[in-house]
């Protein structure tokens, strides 16, 4: 929450001096927490028996900065949260594992035992059989799918993207016939693979914590982009192998394409 609310003031602006809340009029206070400014009241900072409530006594002096904001040696990532809780009693708790726990050391710092509980028991909702696919950016699968990606986005609650990803090192003999015009090997075929890869890549670092990526490589003659959402009927899906032309069949790079079917999953998946 930036500092943006009701005008605040210090009755003291000298540098680096240090002053009592007595100081503070209108009982609004102005705060720079790691270098991010806020504005709240003494009511709200005093709400609960925490360490905010001895600082903000009246009773210790406070480092204040030449703007006459209160100084306190933490970061602001979560500090907007702190303030809430402390007006609300209540705030939504982020999703990601990461997230819970860098609030729950804010909230351990502050003292705030109401704020520390509900987040531990967010954090003892996460279950320890699936806490690899929550943390991990991309899962490599190997041979046919064990769970269908429908029903595994669908018991997570999030949408799937799967990369299938033939990478031309070995072809089986059943396959090499079908498909025995696939250039595998030409410049441009390695390029775009390549491409493909880095793009998967770089997704899963964008959306990591909204969406789950896969990836399973090799055996199945064939580049695939599958995107999975619970409630939609069938996953969409996107080919990467151009059509047959002179040279035969060579891999595509379809960026756009992946971009406006991973927009679809995310909104769809919002929508449900």
């Given at each position: 929450?930036?500092?943006?609310?009701?005008?605040?003031?210090?009755?003291?602006?000298?540098?680096?001096?240090?002053?009592?809340?007595?100081?503070?009029?209108?009982?609004?206070?102005?705060?720079?927490?790691?270098?991010?400014?806020?504005?709240?009241?003494?009511?709200?900072?005093?709400?609960?028996?925490?360490?905010?409530?001895?600082?903000?006594?009246?009773?210790?002096?406070?480092?204040?900065?030449?703007?006459?904001?209160?100084?306190?040696?933490?970061?602001?990532?979560?500090?907007?949260?702190?303030?809430?809780?402390?007006?609300?009693?209540?705030?939504?708790?982020?999703?990601?594992?990461?997230?819970?726990?860098?609030?729950?050391?804010?909230?351990?710092?502050?003292?705030?035992?109401?704020?520390?509980?509900?987040?531990?028991?967010?954090?003892?909702?996460?279950?320890?059989?699936?806490?690899?696919?929550?943390?991990?950016?991309?899962?490599?699968?190997?041979?046919?799918?064990?769970?269908?990606?429908?029903?595994?986005?669908?018991?997570?609650?999030?949408?799937?993207?799967?990369?299938?990803?033939?990478?031309?090192?070995?072809?089986?003999?059943?396959?090499?016939?079908?498909?025995?015009?696939?250039?595998?090997?030409?410049e441009n075929s390695i390029t775009n693979r390549l491409?493909?890869?880095?793009?998967?890549?770089?997704?899963?670092?964008?959306?990591?914590?909204?969406?789950?990526?896969?990836?399973?490589?090799?055996?199945?003659?064939?580049?695939?982009?599958?995107?999975?959402?619970?409630?939609?009927?069938?996953?969409?899906?996107?080919?990467?192998?151009?059509?047959?032309?002179?040279?035969?069949?060579?891999?595509?790079?379809?960026?756009?394409?992946?971009y406006h079917f991973l927009s679809k999953i995310c909104i769809y998946s919002h929508?449900?």
């Amino acid at each position: 929450m930036a500092s943006s609310g009701p005008a605040c003031s210090s009755g003291n602006k000298s540098n680096d001096q240090k002053t009592s809340l007595n100081q503070v009029s209108g009982g609004y206070v102005k705060l720079n927490v790691g270098g991010s400014p806020f504005c709240t009241t003494l009511k709200t900072l005093t709400k609960f028996d925490s360490m905010l409530t001895l600082m903000f006594s009246g009773k210790y002096p406070i480092e204040t900065d030449s703007k006459g904001f209160k100084m306190i040696d933490r970061s602001g990532k979560h500090f907007d949260k702190i303030l809430n809780f402390l007006r609300d009693e209540s705030i939504p708790l982020p999703e990601t594992r990461i997230e819970l726990e860098e609030l729950l050391v804010e909230a351990n710092f502050y003292q705030i035992k109401e704020l520390i509980n509900e987040i531990k028991q967010k954090i003892s909702f996460f279950s320890p059989s699936l806490l690899n696919i929550y943390t991990k950016k991309v899962i490599v699968l190997g041979g046919e799918d064990g769970e269908s990606m429908e029903n595994l986005s669908k018991r997570l609650l999030k949408p799937i993207v799967l990369l299938k990803m033939d990478l031309g090192l070995k072809l089986e003999s059943k396959h090499h016939s079908s498909n025995s015009e696939i250039n595998w090997t030409s410049e441009n075929s390695i390029t775009n693979r390549l491409k493909n890869l880095q793009l998967f890549d770089k997704l899963s670092i964008d959306f990591a914590g909204k969406v789950l990526f896969f990836r399973r490589d090799g055996g199945s003659c064939t580049i695939k982009w599958q995107f999975f959402v619970d409630g939609l009927e069938s996953p969409l899906e996107l080919d990467c192998l151009g059509p047959i032309r002179g040279g035969g069949r060579v891999i595509e790079f379809l960026e756009t394409s992946v971009y406006h079917f991973l927009s679809k999953i995310c909104i769809y998946s919002h929508k449900s």
